[in-house]
Protein backbone atom coordinates (compact mmCIF):
# COMPACT_ATOMS: atom_id res chain seq x y z
CA UNK A 1 0.00 0.00 0.00
CA UNK A 2 0.87 3.39 -0.68
CA UNK A 3 1.53 6.19 2.27
CA UNK A 4 -1.63 7.70 1.29
CA UNK A 5 -3.16 4.82 0.50
CA UNK A 6 -5.76 4.54 3.75
CA UNK A 7 -5.34 8.13 4.69
CA UNK A 8 -8.50 9.25 5.48
CA UNK A 9 -9.94 9.56 8.62
CA UNK A 10 -11.82 6.03 9.03
CA UNK A 11 -14.25 6.58 6.21
CA UNK A 12 -17.05 3.23 6.95
CA UNK A 13 -16.84 2.08 3.56
CA UNK A 14 -19.93 0.54 1.81
CA UNK A 15 -22.76 1.63 3.54
CA UNK A 16 -25.68 0.27 1.05
CA UNK A 17 -27.11 -3.22 2.19
CA UNK A 18 -29.86 -3.27 0.16
CA UNK A 19 -26.76 -2.99 -2.90
CA UNK A 20 -25.29 -5.78 -1.49
CA UNK A 21 -27.92 -8.04 -1.55
CA UNK A 22 -29.06 -7.34 -4.48
CA UNK A 23 -25.80 -7.87 -6.13
CA UNK A 24 -26.41 -11.81 -5.66
CA UNK A 25 -28.53 -13.55 -3.39
CA UNK A 26 -26.08 -15.99 -2.40
CA UNK A 27 -23.78 -13.23 -1.00
CA UNK A 28 -25.72 -13.50 2.24
CA UNK A 29 -22.30 -12.98 4.56
CA UNK A 30 -20.46 -10.26 7.07
CA UNK A 31 -19.01 -7.84 5.08
CA UNK A 32 -20.66 -4.88 3.92
CA UNK A 33 -19.29 -4.26 0.68
CA UNK A 34 -20.67 -1.61 -2.51
CA UNK A 35 -18.68 -3.61 -5.17
CA UNK A 36 -19.27 -5.53 -8.42
CA UNK A 37 -18.30 -9.23 -8.15
CA UNK A 38 -15.82 -11.04 -10.33
CA UNK A 39 -15.59 -14.60 -11.22
CA UNK A 40 -12.56 -16.95 -10.09
CA UNK A 41 -11.97 -19.16 -13.11
CA UNK A 42 -10.00 -22.01 -12.34
CA UNK A 43 -6.54 -22.05 -14.64
CA UNK A 44 -4.32 -24.23 -13.49
CA UNK A 45 -3.90 -27.57 -10.26
CA UNK A 46 -0.85 -28.19 -9.36
CA UNK A 47 -0.16 -31.64 -6.81
CA UNK A 48 -3.03 -33.71 -6.71
CA UNK A 49 -1.97 -36.29 -9.13
CA UNK A 50 -1.30 -39.54 -8.48
CA UNK A 51 2.02 -39.16 -10.38
CA UNK A 52 3.40 -35.69 -9.70
CA UNK A 53 7.43 -34.08 -9.38
CA UNK A 54 9.34 -34.18 -6.36
CA UNK A 55 8.62 -30.48 -5.84
CA UNK A 56 4.55 -30.66 -6.06
CA UNK A 57 4.82 -33.79 -3.98
CA UNK A 58 3.68 -33.01 -0.40
CA UNK A 59 1.31 -34.03 2.74
CA UNK A 60 0.67 -30.61 3.84
CA UNK A 61 -1.08 -27.29 2.90
CA UNK A 62 1.91 -25.50 1.46
CA UNK A 63 2.70 -21.52 2.15
CA UNK A 64 3.00 -19.80 -1.15
CA UNK A 65 3.94 -16.58 -2.11
CA UNK A 66 4.42 -14.08 -5.33
CA UNK A 67 7.16 -11.99 -6.48
CA UNK A 68 6.34 -8.77 -8.46
CA UNK A 69 6.97 -10.79 -11.55
CA UNK A 70 4.07 -13.81 -10.94
CA UNK A 71 6.84 -16.83 -10.07
CA UNK A 72 5.27 -18.27 -7.15
CA UNK A 73 7.13 -19.47 -4.51
CA UNK A 74 6.15 -22.44 -2.22
CA UNK A 75 7.15 -24.70 0.67
CA UNK A 76 5.62 -27.73 2.12
CA UNK A 77 6.31 -29.78 5.00
CA UNK A 78 8.69 -27.81 6.30
CA UNK A 79 11.55 -28.71 3.65
CA UNK A 80 14.84 -27.23 3.61
CA UNK A 81 14.10 -25.30 0.37
CA UNK A 82 11.84 -22.90 -0.89
CA UNK A 83 10.49 -24.27 -4.73
CA UNK A 84 10.64 -21.41 -7.20
CA UNK A 85 7.72 -22.08 -10.08
CA UNK A 86 7.21 -19.75 -13.35
CA UNK A 87 3.65 -17.56 -13.98
CA UNK A 88 2.20 -20.83 -15.36
CA UNK A 89 3.47 -23.38 -12.51
CA UNK A 90 6.70 -24.92 -14.13
CA UNK A 91 9.19 -25.30 -12.13
CA UNK A 92 12.48 -22.87 -12.32
CA UNK A 93 14.54 -23.57 -9.13
CA UNK A 94 15.25 -24.03 -5.47
CA UNK A 95 16.13 -22.03 -3.04
CA UNK A 96 18.10 -23.31 -0.01
CA UNK A 97 18.24 -26.65 0.63
CA UNK A 98 19.68 -29.20 3.39
CA UNK A 99 22.58 -28.76 5.33
CA UNK A 100 24.45 -26.78 8.02
CA UNK A 101 26.71 -24.44 5.79
CA UNK A 102 25.48 -20.89 4.76
CA UNK A 103 22.26 -20.76 3.28
CA UNK A 104 21.28 -23.88 4.23
CA UNK A 105 18.70 -25.34 6.66
CA UNK A 106 17.14 -28.50 8.54
CA UNK A 107 13.51 -26.95 8.24
CA UNK A 108 12.82 -23.95 6.67
CA UNK A 109 10.03 -21.77 8.71
CA UNK A 110 8.77 -18.57 7.19
CA UNK A 111 9.98 -17.11 3.99
CA UNK A 112 9.60 -13.64 1.68
CA UNK A 113 10.94 -10.81 0.33
CA UNK A 114 12.71 -7.14 0.84
CA UNK A 115 13.28 -5.29 -1.78
CA UNK A 116 14.85 -7.47 -4.47
CA UNK A 117 16.37 -10.31 -1.68
CA UNK A 118 14.18 -13.16 -1.30
CA UNK A 119 14.35 -14.39 2.64
CA UNK A 120 14.10 -18.13 4.65
CA UNK A 121 13.81 -18.29 7.99
CA UNK A 122 14.89 -21.26 10.04
CA UNK A 123 11.86 -22.86 11.79
CA UNK A 124 13.74 -23.10 15.22
CA UNK A 125 16.29 -20.83 16.13
CA UNK A 126 14.88 -17.97 13.64
CA UNK A 127 17.71 -16.95 12.03
CA UNK A 128 17.35 -15.48 8.94
CA UNK A 129 19.04 -15.93 5.30
CA UNK A 130 18.95 -13.83 2.37
CA UNK A 131 19.11 -14.71 -1.30
CA UNK A 132 19.31 -12.38 -4.91
CA UNK A 133 16.57 -13.37 -7.17
CA UNK A 134 18.98 -16.29 -8.83
CA UNK A 135 18.83 -17.81 -5.77
CA UNK A 136 22.25 -17.18 -4.77
CA UNK A 137 23.40 -16.98 -0.69
CA UNK A 138 23.87 -13.62 0.26
CA UNK A 139 24.19 -13.61 3.87
CA UNK A 140 22.16 -14.70 6.90
CA UNK A 141 21.52 -12.82 10.10
CA UNK A 142 22.12 -14.87 13.30
CA UNK A 143 18.96 -15.00 16.06
CA UNK A 144 20.37 -15.27 19.11
CA UNK A 145 16.96 -14.89 21.38
CA UNK A 146 15.00 -17.51 23.10
CA UNK A 147 14.24 -21.05 21.24
CA UNK A 148 10.83 -21.34 19.90
CA UNK A 149 10.09 -24.81 20.74
CA UNK A 150 7.68 -24.78 23.23
CA UNK A 151 4.42 -23.39 23.59
CA UNK A 152 5.49 -20.55 26.18
CA UNK A 153 8.48 -19.51 24.46
CA UNK A 154 7.11 -19.21 20.58
CA UNK A 155 8.01 -15.80 19.27
CA UNK A 156 7.72 -13.57 15.93
CA UNK A 157 10.91 -12.04 13.98
CA UNK A 158 10.56 -11.43 10.85
CA UNK A 159 13.01 -8.95 8.54
CA UNK A 160 11.14 -6.14 6.76
CA UNK A 161 12.91 -3.27 4.56
CA UNK A 162 15.33 -0.35 5.31
CA UNK A 163 17.19 -2.74 7.75
CA UNK A 164 13.82 -2.76 9.90
CA UNK A 165 11.82 -5.80 10.93
CA UNK A 166 8.75 -6.75 12.54
CA UNK A 167 8.85 -8.69 16.68
CA UNK A 168 6.45 -10.13 18.86
CA UNK A 169 8.44 -11.51 22.14
CA UNK A 170 8.02 -14.76 23.33
CA UNK A 171 4.87 -14.56 26.28
CA UNK A 172 7.96 -15.46 29.14
CA UNK A 173 9.22 -11.70 28.47
CA UNK A 174 5.39 -10.59 28.64
CA UNK A 175 3.29 -8.65 31.03
CA UNK A 176 -0.29 -9.54 31.12
CA UNK A 177 -0.74 -5.68 31.22
CA UNK A 178 -0.07 -3.28 27.84
CA UNK A 179 2.95 -2.15 27.82
CA UNK A 180 5.01 1.06 27.23
CA UNK A 181 4.93 2.53 23.73
CA UNK A 182 8.59 1.79 23.48
CA UNK A 183 10.99 -1.40 23.99
CA UNK A 184 14.28 -0.95 25.56
CA UNK A 185 17.31 -2.82 24.93
CA UNK A 186 18.28 -5.26 28.02
CA UNK A 187 21.33 -6.94 26.06
CA UNK A 188 19.35 -10.21 24.07
CA UNK A 189 19.91 -10.30 20.64
CA UNK A 190 17.89 -11.06 17.83
CA UNK A 191 18.85 -10.72 14.35
CA UNK A 192 22.13 -10.20 16.06
CA UNK A 193 21.16 -6.71 17.34
CA UNK A 194 17.80 -7.03 18.61
CA UNK A 195 16.26 -5.86 22.34
CA UNK A 196 14.42 -8.05 25.18
CA UNK A 197 11.54 -6.41 26.39
CA UNK A 198 12.24 -4.98 29.65
CA UNK A 199 8.68 -6.06 31.33
CA UNK A 200 8.25 -8.18 34.05
CA UNK A 201 7.75 -11.98 33.80
CA UNK A 202 4.32 -13.31 32.83
CA UNK A 203 3.10 -15.86 35.07
CA UNK A 204 3.56 -19.41 34.24
CA UNK A 205 1.04 -20.69 31.81
CA UNK A 206 -1.19 -18.24 31.32
CA UNK A 207 -2.82 -16.01 28.57
CA UNK A 208 -1.24 -12.37 27.99
CA UNK A 209 -1.36 -9.46 25.30
CA UNK A 210 2.31 -9.22 23.62
CA UNK A 211 3.40 -6.04 21.81
CA UNK A 212 3.75 -6.09 18.10
CA UNK A 213 7.43 -4.21 17.53
CA UNK A 214 8.75 -2.74 14.81
CA UNK A 215 12.09 -0.79 14.12
CA UNK A 216 15.73 -0.47 13.16
CA UNK A 217 17.18 -4.34 13.41
CA UNK A 218 20.48 -2.21 14.33
CA UNK A 219 18.94 -0.65 17.37
CA UNK A 220 17.47 -1.88 20.18
CA UNK A 221 14.25 0.17 20.80
CA UNK A 222 11.50 -0.10 18.76
CA UNK A 223 7.81 1.03 18.43
CA UNK A 224 5.30 -0.80 19.93
CA UNK A 225 1.89 -1.00 17.14
CA UNK A 226 -0.42 -2.76 18.98
CA UNK A 227 -0.59 -5.82 21.30
CA UNK A 228 -2.20 -8.95 20.65
CA UNK A 229 -2.41 -12.65 22.50
CA UNK A 230 0.40 -14.66 22.64
CA UNK A 231 -1.29 -17.65 20.86
CA UNK A 232 -5.60 -17.58 19.96
CA UNK A 233 -5.80 -21.33 21.18
CA UNK A 234 -6.90 -23.13 24.65
CA UNK A 235 -4.57 -22.68 27.12
CA UNK A 236 -4.86 -24.97 30.32
CA UNK A 237 -2.27 -25.08 32.93
CA UNK A 238 -0.44 -28.10 31.01
CA UNK A 239 0.22 -27.47 28.02
CA UNK A 240 -1.28 -25.16 24.92
CA UNK A 241 -3.90 -26.90 22.33
CA UNK A 242 -4.68 -25.88 18.64
CA UNK A 243 -8.28 -25.43 19.16
CA UNK A 244 -8.83 -22.15 17.54
CA UNK A 245 -12.94 -22.03 17.36
CA UNK A 246 -13.03 -18.12 16.89
CA UNK A 247 -10.31 -15.65 15.42
CA UNK A 248 -8.96 -12.74 17.67
CA UNK A 249 -7.68 -9.85 16.46
CA UNK A 250 -5.63 -8.24 15.66
CA UNK A 251 -4.65 -9.95 12.39
CA UNK A 252 -1.48 -8.69 10.58
CA UNK A 253 0.35 -9.41 7.15
CA UNK A 254 3.82 -7.75 6.62
CA UNK A 255 3.76 -6.02 3.14
CA UNK A 256 5.00 -8.16 0.35
CA UNK A 257 8.28 -5.88 -0.21
CA UNK A 258 8.55 -5.55 3.06
CA UNK A 259 7.87 -1.95 3.18
CA UNK A 260 5.42 -2.11 6.02
CA UNK A 261 2.75 -3.88 8.16
CA UNK A 262 -0.90 -3.91 7.83
CA UNK A 263 -3.12 -5.19 10.69
CA UNK A 264 -7.06 -5.81 10.91
CA UNK A 265 -8.39 -5.38 14.24
CA UNK A 266 -11.63 -5.03 15.53
CA UNK A 267 -13.62 -4.79 18.76
CA UNK A 268 -14.14 -8.57 20.23
CA UNK A 269 -17.13 -7.10 21.86
CA UNK A 270 -18.78 -5.74 19.21
CA UNK A 271 -17.10 -6.34 15.72
CA UNK A 272 -19.46 -4.76 13.49
CA UNK A 273 -16.05 -2.10 12.44
CA UNK A 274 -13.07 -3.99 10.93
CA UNK A 275 -10.70 -1.41 10.85
CA UNK A 276 -7.17 -2.00 8.58
CA UNK A 277 -4.09 0.35 9.50
CA UNK A 278 -1.11 0.71 7.48
CA UNK A 279 2.16 1.09 9.84
CA UNK A 280 5.36 2.57 8.06
CA UNK A 281 8.74 1.52 8.87
CA UNK A 282 9.30 3.77 11.99
CA UNK A 283 5.98 2.01 13.41
CA UNK A 284 4.14 4.88 12.78
CA UNK A 285 0.27 5.01 11.13
CA UNK A 286 0.77 5.63 7.17
CA UNK A 287 -3.33 5.52 6.79
CA UNK A 288 -6.32 4.35 7.98
CA UNK A 289 -9.26 2.54 6.71
CA UNK A 290 -12.49 0.77 8.04
CA UNK A 291 -15.56 -1.64 6.22
CA UNK A 292 -18.51 -2.11 8.45
CA UNK A 293 -19.55 -5.71 9.40
CA UNK A 294 -22.76 -7.40 10.73
CA UNK A 295 -23.05 -8.86 13.88
CA UNK A 296 -23.34 -12.59 13.96
CA UNK A 297 -23.81 -13.81 17.44
CA UNK A 298 -22.52 -17.32 19.20
CA UNK A 299 -25.59 -19.13 20.56
CA UNK A 300 -25.16 -20.94 23.52
CA UNK A 301 -25.10 -24.20 21.51
CA UNK A 302 -22.26 -23.45 19.59
CA UNK A 303 -20.30 -22.41 22.70
CA UNK A 304 -20.55 -25.29 24.14
CA UNK A 305 -20.11 -27.32 21.12
CA UNK A 306 -16.75 -25.01 20.83
CA UNK A 307 -15.60 -26.15 24.92
CA UNK A 308 -16.55 -29.47 24.38
CA UNK A 309 -14.29 -30.07 21.84
CA UNK A 310 -11.69 -28.17 23.75
CA UNK A 311 -11.90 -29.98 26.80
CA UNK A 312 -11.78 -33.53 24.92
CA UNK A 313 -8.79 -32.75 23.35
CA UNK A 314 -7.66 -31.06 26.60
CA UNK A 315 -8.36 -34.39 28.45
CA UNK A 316 -5.36 -36.46 26.40
CA UNK A 317 -2.84 -34.41 28.37
CA UNK A 318 -4.49 -34.31 31.57
CA UNK A 319 -4.60 -38.16 31.24
CA UNK A 320 -1.00 -37.89 30.92
CA UNK A 321 0.03 -35.62 33.41
CA UNK A 322 -2.15 -38.01 35.87
CA UNK A 323 0.16 -40.34 34.92
CA UNK A 324 3.31 -39.26 35.74
CA UNK A 325 2.44 -36.97 38.43
CA UNK A 326 1.89 -33.72 37.13
CA UNK A 327 -0.03 -30.45 37.84
CA UNK A 328 -3.63 -30.97 36.48
CA UNK A 329 -6.84 -28.27 36.49
CA UNK A 330 -9.50 -28.72 39.62
CA UNK A 331 -11.71 -27.25 36.98
CA UNK A 332 -11.04 -28.83 33.11
CA UNK A 333 -14.24 -27.33 31.78
CA UNK A 334 -13.33 -24.08 33.39
CA UNK A 335 -9.64 -23.81 32.31
CA UNK A 336 -10.82 -24.42 28.95
CA UNK A 337 -13.57 -21.68 29.01
CA UNK A 338 -11.10 -19.21 30.23
CA UNK A 339 -8.35 -20.31 27.19
CA UNK A 340 -10.64 -20.34 24.64
CA UNK A 341 -11.55 -16.77 24.79
CA UNK A 342 -14.87 -16.81 23.87
CA UNK A 343 -16.94 -13.88 22.91
CA UNK A 344 -20.51 -12.92 22.35
CA UNK A 345 -20.39 -12.36 18.06
CA UNK A 346 -18.54 -14.39 16.04
CA UNK A 347 -15.19 -12.66 13.91
CA UNK A 348 -16.08 -10.56 10.97
CA UNK A 349 -12.65 -11.88 9.08
CA UNK A 350 -10.74 -15.13 9.46
CA UNK A 351 -7.65 -14.03 7.25
CA UNK A 352 -6.11 -11.37 4.82
CA UNK A 353 -3.32 -11.03 2.47
CA UNK A 354 -1.57 -8.67 0.85
CA UNK A 355 -0.88 -8.32 -2.98
CA UNK A 356 2.57 -6.50 -4.70
CA UNK A 357 -0.17 -4.42 -6.64
CA UNK A 358 -1.41 -2.73 -3.46
CA UNK A 359 -4.74 -4.68 -2.93
CA UNK A 360 -5.89 -6.02 0.30
CA UNK A 361 -7.92 -9.34 0.34
CA UNK A 362 -10.32 -10.01 3.46
CA UNK A 363 -12.11 -13.43 3.76
CA UNK A 364 -15.63 -12.83 4.86
CA UNK A 365 -15.77 -15.69 8.42
CA UNK A 366 -19.48 -16.29 7.47
CA UNK A 367 -19.90 -19.07 4.57
CA UNK A 368 -22.80 -17.97 1.97
CA UNK A 369 -25.92 -19.64 2.01
CA UNK A 370 -24.69 -22.07 -0.79
CA UNK A 371 -21.56 -22.60 1.41
CA UNK A 372 -19.29 -20.32 -0.64
CA UNK A 373 -16.50 -18.18 1.19
CA UNK A 374 -16.93 -14.41 0.29
CA UNK A 375 -13.81 -12.37 -0.43
CA UNK A 376 -13.41 -8.43 -0.65
CA UNK A 377 -10.47 -7.08 -2.28
CA UNK A 378 -9.66 -3.04 -1.39
CA UNK A 379 -7.94 -1.10 -3.72
CA UNK A 380 -4.99 1.22 -3.05
CA UNK A 381 -7.22 3.86 -1.94
CA UNK A 382 -8.90 1.39 0.60
CA UNK A 383 -12.13 1.30 -1.21
CA UNK A 384 -13.79 -2.02 -2.19
CA UNK A 385 -12.86 -2.85 -5.85
CA UNK A 386 -14.78 -5.98 -5.97
CA UNK A 387 -15.98 -9.31 -4.70
CA UNK A 388 -15.14 -13.08 -5.27
CA UNK A 389 -17.00 -16.18 -3.96
CA UNK A 390 -14.58 -19.17 -3.67
CA UNK A 391 -15.60 -22.76 -2.80
CA UNK A 392 -15.55 -22.90 0.95
CA UNK A 393 -12.73 -25.31 1.00
CA UNK A 394 -10.11 -23.26 -1.03
CA UNK A 395 -8.29 -20.49 0.58
CA UNK A 396 -7.08 -17.70 -1.61
CA UNK A 397 -3.23 -16.96 -0.66
CA UNK A 398 -1.62 -14.53 -2.97
CA UNK A 399 -3.08 -12.76 -5.76
CA UNK A 400 -1.02 -10.28 -9.13
CA UNK A 401 -3.26 -8.66 -11.34
CA UNK A 402 -6.20 -10.64 -12.45
CA UNK A 403 -4.21 -14.15 -11.31
CA UNK A 404 -4.71 -15.63 -7.79
CA UNK A 405 -3.05 -18.80 -6.31
CA UNK A 406 -5.06 -20.94 -3.72
CA UNK A 407 -4.65 -24.07 -1.92
CA UNK A 408 -7.59 -26.80 -1.21
CA UNK A 409 -7.42 -30.32 -0.37
CA UNK A 410 -8.71 -33.09 -2.36
CA UNK A 411 -11.53 -35.79 -1.16
CA UNK A 412 -8.79 -37.89 -0.03
CA UNK A 413 -7.02 -35.01 2.15
CA UNK A 414 -4.53 -34.51 0.22
CA UNK A 415 -3.55 -30.69 -0.50
CA UNK A 416 -2.70 -29.12 -3.91
CA UNK A 417 -2.38 -25.54 -5.29
CA UNK A 418 -4.69 -23.83 -7.93
CA UNK A 419 -4.39 -20.74 -10.14
CA UNK A 420 -7.60 -18.81 -11.19
CA UNK A 421 -8.04 -16.15 -13.46
CA UNK A 422 -10.62 -13.36 -12.52
CA UNK A 423 -13.20 -12.64 -14.84
CA UNK A 424 -16.45 -11.24 -15.16
CA UNK A 425 -19.14 -12.60 -13.92
CA UNK A 426 -20.71 -16.05 -15.90
CA UNK A 427 -17.04 -15.78 -17.97
CA UNK A 428 -15.88 -19.13 -16.69
CA UNK A 429 -18.47 -21.16 -18.47
Known sequence: MK?????RPLATIAVALATFASTTARATAQLVADAGFKEACEVLRLGDGLDVPEWLAFSRTPALNLDPAGRLYLNADQSPAVTVLDPDGGFVRYIGGEGEGPGEFAHV??????????WLQHLWELHIAFFDSAGEH????????LPSSAPSLWRTSIPLAGGSGLYIPPIT?????????RSSDTGDERSGSGPRISITRAPEFKRVKLPMLVGLRSEGARDTLA???????MITPMATHGHEPVVTPPLYRTHP?????????WDSDRPDEVILRHYDLTGSVAGEASIASHLRGVSPAARDAFIDEGVEMAERTVEMARRYGGEVPTNLRAAVTEGLLLYDYFE???????????RVWLRDAAPTEEDESLWVVLGPDGEPEFRVLAPVDIIFKTALGDRVWATGRTE???PFIVQYELRSPGACG
Open 173 to 181: DADPASGPS
Open 348 to 358: PISTLFLTHDE
Open 109 to 118: GGFGFVADTV
Open 3 to 7: KESLS
Open 138 to 145: IRTEMDRG
Open 227 to 233: FKYNFTA
Open 257 to 265: NGKGVVTAD
Open 412 to 414: LDV
